[in-house]
């Protein structure tokens, strides 16, 4: 069946990096892009950016823009995210979402997400 | 960037009821609306999108509507499985969500 599936919880310091990786399986990963969409503890959900699996076009959200890369390795079908810098307000669960559409962009809706990766940002 | 807003934030529910929420959009996104429900613990689930197209295998007790600025999710019959946090997510641009409505058990 179609999932993606999550590298595991990460705890780090302020002022460190962090890489999640989001392994996609059942379907053709090089036809869709990969959004990053986060959620800090009991709050709402923040998309973060969206690469493309095909070409390796980005968009970033604009408040994340120099702090965050999105990458890809199609020979394993996983996308990558990686958030330095971080801060306490950067602890939430971070999630990679496949778009509805493929051969899309950024701007879409989603229909198959990770099981959440949660990064604890704490001195 | 497009600001969306839900209410209510809070909706207490019995099971059978019929329940709605209502989502805003800051300017027209025309149809670009999906709706998911969030368990705790768990990733967002795909319900409606583009505003009121359901999802395959989602009950057809859920049901969308609207365009423009503003649009509803209805629960014809909520049962127990229902109980769950709901976000609006416009993709008429860069996505962006809603801040959630929690339905619990009244």
């Known amino acids: 069946q179609v999932q993606l599936v999550q590298s595991g919880a990460e705890v780090k310091k302020p002022g460190a990096s962090v890489k999640v990786s989001c392994k996609a399986s059942?379907?053709?990963?090089?036809?869709?892009?990969i959004s990053w969409v986060r959620q800090a503890p009991g709050q709402g959900l923040e998309w973060m950016g969206w690469i493309s699996a095909y070409n390796g076009n980005t968009n970033y959200a604009q408040k994340l823009q120099g702090r965050v890369t999105m990458t890809t390795d199609t020979s394993t079908s996983t996308a990558y995210m990686e958030l330095r810098s971080l801060r306490s307000d950067d602890t939430a669960v971070y999630y990679c979402?496949?778009?509805?559409?493929?051969?899309?962009?950024?701007?879409?809706?989603?229909?198959?997400w990770g099981q959440g990766t949660m990064v604890t940002v704490s001195s | 960037d497009i600001q969306m807003t839900q209410s209510p934030s809070t909706l207490s529910a019995s099971v059978g009821d019929r329940v709605t929420i209502t989502c805003r959009a800051s300017?027209?996104?025309?149809?670009?609306l999906a709706w998911y429900q969030q368990k705790p613990g768990k990733a967002p689930k795909l319900l409606i999108y583009?505003?009121?197209s359901l999802e395959s295998g989602v009950p057809s007790r859920f049901s969308g509507s609207g365009s423009g600025t503003e649009f509803t999710l209805t629960i014809s019959s909520l049962q127990p499985d229902d109980f769950a946090t709901y976000y609006c997510q416009q993709y008429n641009s860069y996505p962006s969500f809603g801040p959630g409505t929690k339905v619990d058990i009244k």
């Open positions: 300017q027209s996104i025309s149809s670009w």
């Open positions: 059942g379907y053709t990963f090089t036809s869709y892009g």
């Open positions: 583009k505003a009121s």
């Open positions: 979402a496949r778009p509805l559409s493929d051969y899309g962009d950024p701007i879409d809706a989603f229909d198959i």
